[in-house]
């Protein structure tokens, strides 16, 4: 049974086109992340949830943004997606030990 | 230099092998390790979680980690073709820490 779950797997859009991708968990982890993932790189880190603390890397682009209503849900927007947009978005949850990773939304950009 | 160098491959080997996966880091402070297998266009899965120095065990699966050279390793023994993944080693300094990726080492099984 999915833990994380992300929708939707596959996402296109145009360029400049604002997107949502959403994650939701029922581990009750109070820890949630967005990674991005191009092609043959490691994941790399956007930002994270700590509870309702918010927790934004320092090169996160400010066209990246966050919600978390509450415990299970985690959203990410990207304002106006460019070429460069294009990647696998992963959602991550942890209570502090390992983190667990959803199936990943694939971000395709016209 | 990276804080973590792990080699990209491609590792290919006959089923049935035993594998071995390697990761160097360079932070001392590096506490917890952890190793993922990621199969081409899904999300990275948890294989592997240890704190101390030493070994681990889970079925066909060795995780070794000696902090003292600052090197983790992760053995498969009984290679199937289903193991052919990209293989993410990760690591961090504590619970709540930013987790540090390797970039991956991508292995394929040859049946």
């Known amino acids: 049974d999915a833990m994380v779950i992300q929708n939707p797997r596959y996402q296109v859009t145009q360029f400049g086109k604002p997107v949502t991708l959403s994650c939701s968990q029922t581990l009750n982890h109070n820890v949630m992340y967005w990674y991005q993932q191009k092609s043959s790189q490691a994941p790399k880190l956007l930002f994270h949830y700590y509870d309702k603390d918010f927790n934004n890397e320092a090169d996160t682009p400010d066209n990246f943004q966050s919600r978390r209503p509450n415990t299970s849900f985690c959203f990410l927007d990207i304002r106006s997606p460019g070429l460069g947009d294009a990647a696998m978005y992963l959602c991550?949850?942890?209570?502090?030990?390992?983190?667990?990773f959803g199936a990943g939304t694939r971000l395709s950009v016209l | 230099q990276k804080e973590v160098e792990q080699d990209p491959g491609p590792l290919s080997v006959p089923e049935g092998a035993i594998v071995s996966l390697n990761c160097t880091y360079s932070?001392?402070?590096?506490?917890?390790f952890m190793w993922y297998r990621q199969y081409s266009r899904k999300g990275p899965e948890l294989l592997m979680y240890?704190?101390?120095?030493g070994n681990k065990e889970d079925g066909r699966f060795t995780a070794q980690v000696d902090k003292s050279s600052k090197y983790i390793s992760l053995f498969i023994r009984d290679s199937q073709p289903s193991d052919s993944a990209t293989y993410l080693c990760?690591?961090?300094?504590?619970?709540?820490?930013?987790?540090?990726f390797g970039t991956g080492t991508k292995l394929q099984v040859i049946p």
């Open positions: 240890t704190y101390s120095s």
């Open positions: 932070n001392s402070a590096f506490q917890y």
């Open positions: 991550a949850t942890s209570r502090g030990e390992s983190e667990y």
């Open positions: 990760a690591m961090k300094i504590g619970g709540y820490q930013k987790v540090t």
